[in-house]
């Protein structure tokens, strides 16, 4: 998937630029703003799984598996200052053409499970369609064709949501996994990479505060009483 491949390199470099240029210049005012609520979204998902790490990132021919469907889930909890939590769920079926730990001829399944803590740096920038991230987390990855089959990971990634249409739009997202559990260290270690679609709840909200101003306005009223009008 050349297209895949070229967008997650400009979206990746577009979002660092973003966050070096305008970390400086912007106040830190976030306050009781929330950007939304609850975040879901439906993704394509591509495993690289070559047990090369990062000496040959990013190549779609030899070692990207993946399908020609959205085959991962993600529900979002934003709290508050910029934190999220984030648990995902991702299905893969592993190719034999594909370099699979540094060896061909592999067939089999990838499911991975993953729960992550998001840190925004949306109230950092100006334009509020662009919402770069980072995250840092824990999974559990099945695979297959592994000699351990299940194991337990660590988790870190960097990405970018782009909306487009109120709270609809793109996310963009890679995400480097080392397996603590099931095989050698190396071995367990792949690297994870999304494209799809995000739509956010609540969007802008200002929590209980805002609530509250909304329904007890009446308290900041000053009252005023008529006197009792005596006549002549």
Known sequence: MPILKTSLHTVLLFAFLFVTNFVDAQPYVLGNRKPYSWMIGLSWTAVEDDGRGLCQPFDVA???????????????????????????????????????NDTVGRSGVFLALDLNCKYSFYPLITPRWVDPYVSLGIGMTQRTTMPGVTALTGNI????????????????????????TGGTLAGGNYL?????????????ARGRENFNKKRYKWTNKKQKFKGNKRGG
Do not use: C
Request: glycine residues 12%.
């Open 192 to 204: 994870q990479h999304n494209l799809g679609f995000v739509y956010k709840f609540n969007s802008g």
């Open 62 to 100: 030899q070692s990207w598996n993946y399908e020609y469907f959205p085959t991962r889930i993600m529900v979002d909890k934003y709290f508050k200052y910029g934190l999220s939590a984030e648990f995902s769920g991702a299905y893969v079926t592993y190719k034999p053409a594909k370099l699979i």
């Open 157 to 180: 990634g960097l990405g970018v949501n782009l909306f487009f249409y109120r709270g609809l739009g793109f996310q963009i997202q890679t995400s480097g996994k080392f397996a603590f």
